[in-house]
């Protein structure tokens, strides 16, 4: 039980074939889940001005997990890339569908590329259009995971960090949590909020390098599966908001 795991912000970027993607789940207005999986290092310099046009391809699928899509989809980005300087932004599976994003200089030949990508994967039904989306609206209102999905992200790769290390998630541990802030008085005020859930402050320090120069240790025993994880988080995530601050991750040892 020695072995420390440790999530931190911001969000580790993970790099599947050549493309480096993550996913995180939401639930949109009617309470419907949906996946959305995006490329993340388009964030580092979207938009860009040499890809105006976003090409999108709907296309039907009961298996979107299946090796099969995936082959299909990976014939997809290299084709699209290879011949329309095409990047893949991510996709949406929502109920049945899985909505693909790219971005080109332009939207020329697109029906004809993915009409010869699907026919190689024995068809599907689909829809698919271009459009101008010069400002990335699509990749940075829609598919770019906001800071509370970052979190999801984050707290997934720890716990499936500790899976894989063998732990029983539903023992209870000690967990370290991470807030910085401006301002002491703004500390004081987030600690004494967390107080009632159960957290206790371990530590204080501060570093005047820093914006955020006044930190936070607080633990707290409780078990890290991913429901219990996503509910001491969201809270802790919420309490420094609140005061202007910023919850930096947790980490725990392993429990087995």
């Known amino acids: 039980m020695s072995e420390k795991i440790k999530h931190n912000l911001p969000i580790i970027r993970e790099k599947k074939g050549q493309f480096m993607v993550d996913y995180y789940e939401l639930a949109d207005d009617e309470g419907v889940v949906f996946r959305c999986?995006?490329?993340?290092?388009?964030?580092?310099?979207?938009?860009?001005?040499?890809?105006?046009?976003?090409?999108?391809?709907?296309?039907?699928?009961?298996?979107?997990?299946?090796?099969?899509?995936?082959a299909f989809m990976e014939d997809l980005k290299n084709t699209l890339k290879a011949t329309l300087d095409a990047v893949f932004a991510g996709t949406i599976t929502k109920e049945g569908w899985v909505e693909c994003y790219f971005y080109a200089p332009d939207?020329?030949?697109?029906?004809?590329?993915?009409?010869?990508?699907?026919?190689?994967?024995?068809?599907f039904a689909h829809e698919r259009g271009a459009s101008r989306?010069?400002?990335?609206?699509?990749?940075?209102?829609?598919?770019?995971?906001?800071?509370?999905?970052?979190?999801?992200?984050?707290?997934?790769?720890?716990?499936?960090?500790?899976?894989?290390?063998?732990?029983?998630?539903?023992?209870?541990?000690?967990?370290?949590?991470y807030l910085f802030f401006q301002t002491k008085s703004s500390m004081d005020r987030s600690i004494a909020s967390l107080s009632p859930h159960g957290f206790v402050l371990k530590e204080e320090f501060k570093d005047d390098q820093?914006?955020?120069?006044?930190?936070?240790?607080?633990?707290?025993?409780?078990?890290v599966t991913p429901e219990a994880v996503e509910a001491s988080t969201a809270l802790l995530f919420d309490?420094?908001?609140?005061?202007?601050?910023?919850?930096?991750?947790?980490?725990?040892?392993l429990a087995a």
């Open 210 to 223: 820093n914006d955020y120069a006044y930190g936070a240790v607080l633990t707290k025993t409780e078990s």
């Open 133 to 177: 989306d010069s400002k990335w609206e699509m990749y940075l209102e829609r598919l770019y995971p906001d800071a509370y999905a970052q979190l999801r992200i984050q707290n997934r790769h720890t716990v499936e960090a500790l899976l894989e290390a063998g732990d029983d998630l539903t023992l209870a541990r000690e967990i370290e949590h």
């Open 37 to 70: 999986d995006v490329e993340l290092d388009l964030i580092d310099d979207a938009p860009q001005e040499e890809r105006p046009w976003l090409l999108w391809l709907f296309v039907k699928s009961d298996a979107p997990l299946s090796d099969t899509f995936s």
């Open 239 to 253: 309490a420094a908001l609140e005061q202007h601050g910023l919850y930096e991750g947790w980490s725990t040892v």
């Open 107 to 123: 939207g020329k030949r697109f029906e004809n590329l993915t009409s010869e990508v699907m026919s190689r994967h024995g068809g």
